[in-house]
């Protein structure tokens, strides 16, 4: 079993920045990738940012590219989130998810998710 916790989430003026960071707690992660995702009110989950563990390859999603970094702690079990130049359109949920699965802009590739964090940007 695999325990995600995050913390760094609030609220920000646009243009500020944040840096969310996700735990894995109990032994060292040993899955494939941890990711986030987010989710704003009335929206579907959407893929955000991604790092595989063993080779740090990272992927991002469209709306975040160039703006967010996602990076790893390899001794801490630990990812975090950089989020720079923040839009009240990334405002949401913002969840980790570790995956055992390659397919891992995919949601369905990810079977712990954390209990999410709130991410508020105001205009």
């Known amino acids: 079993q695999v325990a995600l916790v995050e913390s760094g989430g609030g609220l920000v003026q646009a243009g500020g920045s944040l840096r969310l960071s996700c735990a894995s707690s109990g032994r060292p992660f040993s899955g494939y990738a941890m990711g986030w995702f987010r989710q704003a009110p009335g929206k579907e989950r959407e893929f955000v940012a991604a790092?595989?563990?063993?080779?740090?390859?990272?992927f991002y999603g469209d709306s975040v590219k160039g703006r967010f970094t996602i990076s790893r702690e390899l001794a801490k079990s630990t990812v975090h989130l950089q989020m720079n130049s923040l839009k009240p359109e990334d405002t949401a949920v913002y969840y980790c998810a570790a995956a055992y699965r390659y397919y891992i802009t995919e949601a369905s590739s990810y079977a712990y998710w954390g209990q999410g964090t709130q991410v508020t940007v105001s205009s």
């Open positions: 790092i595989t563990w063993s080779a740090g390859n990272t």
